[in-house]
């Protein structure tokens, strides 16, 4: 008589919806960054009155405002994936990162249609005789000053609360090596004092002391995004808010 082993195929493990959260929530972060060629690739559009007259090249201006577009939808991303597990900390903190972030997007946003207003403006122009140059002018430095303020509003102004609601979370929970929330919590109100001395004319937006502030809040956002995308949240941290979870 013979018999015959049946032998069971492995289970496929299935993935870990935390891990998926921190990953994407990491890659969402990394993405944010393709805006970093703007300043450069605006400097026409701020630095040159004769840009609205056709002065220069559109293609670099077209090109900054679909990054920016990109860090805008990318910025509402980050609080869509990280709000499930922010409220299990401080649902305060995660309704202010929430709306924080949403703010800041909408204001690129802003900024993007004032930019390329000027551009529609500037091709407008190109087939029409007898417009008022010196009008012109005046239209697109309008429509420069509109994306300078809402720069500062929207990618120095918010992102210091997104830090602070963020990084309070974050710290709190354990959920990330706390070194990485502390930078944020710390380049927080460096970057609100430097946004303050911009609002009141101490320097321009473009000043290289202006970028000093900035620097924290940046490296935070890079490290943990690149921490989520490689690393995820850490397995102690996460066993305990879904033991908390249980027991609630």
């Known amino acids: 008589m013979t018999t015959t ?22 890659i969402l972060y990394l993405l944010t960054f393709v805006s970093i060629p703007t300043l450069a690739l605006y400097q026409g559009v701020r630095g040159d009155a004769d840009f609205v007259l056709g002065a220069g090249s559109s293609t670099g201006v077209l ?36 709306a924080s972030r949403v703010m800041e997007g909408t204001l690129i946003i802003v900024g993007v249609v004032s930019v ?5 403006l500037r091709t407008d122009v190109a087939g029409t005789a007898g417009a008022d140059p010196a009008s012109l002018v005046t239209t697109g430095r309008m429509l420069a000053a509109v994306y300078d ?33 502390t930078l944020g919590l710390i380049g927080a109100p460096l970057l609100l004092i430097s946004d303050m001395a911009v609002l009141f004319g101490l320097y321009d937006r473009t000043d290289t002391i202006a970028a000093i502030p900035a620097i924290p809040i940046a490296v935070w956002e890079f490290s943990l995004g690149i921490y989520l995308t490689v690393k995820g949240f850490r397995p102690s941290a996460v066993a305990r808010l879904r033991s908390a979870q249980a027991v609630g």
């Open 5 to 26: 082993v049946q032998t069971s195929a492995p289970t496929r493990r299935a993935p870990d919806p935390m891990r998926r959260t921190a990953r994407t929530a990491g």
């Open 63 to 98: 090109v900054a405002a679909f990054t920016e577009v990109v860090v805008a939808v990318t910025c509402v991303g980050t609080a869509v994936v990280l709000f499930p597990v922010l409220r299990r900390q401080s649902e305060t903190a995660a309704i202010g990162f929430v």
């Open 116 to 120: 390329l207003t000027l551009v529609t």
């Open 149 to 181: 303020w809402t720069f500062v509003l929207s990618q120095s102004f918010f992102p210091a609360f997104n830090a602070l609601c963020l990084g309070y979370a974050l710290y709190r929970s354990g959920l990330v090596p706390r070194i990485l929330p």
